[in-house]
């Protein structure tokens, strides 16, 4: 995947970095996997981009750097615009530029505007374009015109004056086109007074405009009608694959493609063929990625997104929510309770919402409130609650009132309420309290109070801090292995370094090394 590192944050940064005088000391200290100091070097304000990339900003100089943070390539007066791997652009004055991640300049400052994609550039002078064409390593015009943009496929999407539609890049650049749109990432759609069509990533069709009406489902999958024909087709690098045609009605009703034969509902489509055939059908609602089958005998069913009954078809239930641990949401006359696969009922309907179980337990609204229930609907943690989530690893987040905590299975609370509470990625707990954050271990343990300015883990035991400007390194015990005293600090990665930047010519160490000197010389002469 093409890595973009965006225009706004790489601004903030150079921006901020941009508000220090010019004359000030700027010190980077450069540790090891393990926090150990290997030396000190002074290099303005080094970012790091992608995996091996490391660039140095210094006044209005812009350097390369080599893993060993040493300067290889230049650009004087210049300033870093945006990273786009492979490709960096950057600015000089009011023109653009743009370099290799390997330090080779490949366009010049000297055009109004940049496009980047993974094999070429697209850049712009007035109203004429260009195209740097990595592999051939050259740069050639491709025409003037209103506007232009990079396709999600790697070609150009040109627009004329007139509000025709070019493909400069084919193998026909003078072909005019209705419209061209790029919604899946390997093909254009485009249509021309004969039809819509399918456009590869060598501009070639590989579907003649000939189809009256065809919409994107998803992925690189349409949906086609051609004179009474219906059409599922998925587009191919080199051909378009009819997965599916019928001159039965296809149409796409409340997010649902359906099937009907003879005017009644037949079969529920997937965007390559058939997830169900059946009869009886009398209506079908889209949960989530899952399908409430209706029948004309009022029984429902639960499919799944393989076209499996997750729910045999049931006269039980009215409506099935997607569930987890052989237990399914009901809603059962005016109330909700539980069935299982069967659709037999397994909990009585006697509450007003209900959600997944999850490890054992599932979040059950009476009234206003919410609590949690075992398997066997008995009450494991009251209802005292105003909005409960699923459980995982033996903790939830639940709220009272405008405040988010989090709970064990028993209804305990772990650490104090908090403004928002969220789940990472990795599973741990960003703790969000009066505009400070902390953190949390996936088990609910505290590793901090909300008490910084930002607070981000970024591997294991090694937790980024901030706090009124500064920035620090904290293990998940609250021990800090690099203090609250650096204006940066950069996690290298591909070089497993650790880089931390201070305004001064000394080091965290040396300084608390002078600090304690002098108080014992303050000690010494009485002073």
């Known amino acids: ?235 191919l690098s080199t051909d378009a694959d009819i997965r599916y045609n019928s001159f039965h009605q296809i149409s796409i009703e409340k997010g649902v493609l359906v099937e009907y034969i003879h005017g009644k ?61 052989g237990l399914y949401g009901a809603r059962m006359g005016g109330s909700y309770g539980y069935v299982d696969a069967t659709g037999n009922t397994a909990i009585k309907a006697q509450y007003d919402r209900v959600l997944p179980f999850s490890e054992g337990l599932a979040a059950v609204q009476v009234g206003s409130k919410w609590g949690y229930i075992d398997a066997a609907n008995e009450l494991s943690v009251p209802y005292d609650f105003d909005a409960a989530g699923p459980f995982s690893q033996g903790v939830a987040i639940v709220r009272e009132g405008e405040q988010r905590q989090l709970i064990g299975r028993n209804g305990e609370k772990l650490g104090e309420a908090c403004d928002r509470i969220s789940r990472t990625q990795d599973g741990y707990y960003l703790l969000e309290k009066n505009g400070l954050f902390g953190l949390a271990k996936p088990n609910g343990h505290l590793i901090c109070s909300p008490q910084f300015d930002e607070i981000r883990r970024e591997g294991p035991n090694q937790i980024l801090v901030r706090k009124e400007g500064s920035y620090g390194i904290m293990q998940e015990n609250g021990d800090f292995v690099l203090p609250l005293y650096y204006s940066r600090i950069l996690f290298d990665e591909e070089n497993q370094k650790i880089l931390a930047k201070s305004e001064a010519n000394e080091t965290a160490l040396e300084k608390e090394t002078a600090g304690k000197k002098a108080k014992k010389k303050r000690k010494t002469t009485g002073a």
């Not at 002074?42 to 080599?66: C, H």
């Not at 009398?282 to 009954?309: C, M, Q």
């Open 1 to 235: 995947m093409q890595k973009n590192y965006p225009i706004g944050i790489l601004f903030f940064a150079l921006l901020w970095s941009a508000v220090l005088p010019k004359t000030q000391a700027q010190t980077w200290e450069v540790f090891d996997s393990n926090f150990n100091l290997e030396k000190k070097i002074a290099s303005g304000n080094i970012f790091l981009l992608g995996n091996s990339l490391r660039i140095n900003v210094w006044e209005d100089d812009l350097s390369f750097l080599d893993p060993e943070y040493n300067s290889f390539a230049r650009i004087d007066s210049a300033r870093l615009y945006q990273y786009m791997e492979p490709w960096i652009v950057i600015k000089n004055g009011k023109n653009y530029g743009a370099f290799h991640e390997y330090g080779e300049q490949v366009l010049e400052s000297t055009y109004d505007e940049i496009t980047t994609f993974y094999t070429h550039l697209l850049a712009r002078k007035g109203t004429d374009y260009f195209v740097y064409d990595r592999g051939q390593r050259t740069t050639r015009a491709i025409g003037s015109f209103a506007e232009a943009r990079i396709a999600r496929n790697g070609q150009v999407i040109a627009r004329h004056s007139d509000g025709s539609f070019a493909l400069p890049l084919s193998q026909e650049p003078d072909r005019r086109f209705v419209s061209l749109t790029d919604p899946a990432p390997d093909v254009i759609l485009a249509q021309e007074a004969s039809g819509y069509g399918l456009i590869n990533r060598e501009g070639s069709y590989i579907l003649e405009p000939i189809i009256d009406e065809m919409s994107h489902l998803e992925e690189n999958h349409f949906f086609a009608k051609n004179d009474r024909e219906y059409l599922l087709i998925n587009a």
């Open 265 to 325: 509902l037949r079969r529920i489509m997937k965007k390559d063929g058939i997830l169900l055939d059946i009869v009886g059908m009398d209506s079908v609602r889209k949960i989530d990625d899952y399908y409430n089958v209706h029948f004309r005998d009022a029984s429902t069913g639960l499919l799944n997104p393989e076209g499996k009954w997750e729910v045999r078809p049931t006269a039980a239930a009215s409506q099935l929510l997607p569930g987890n641990e």
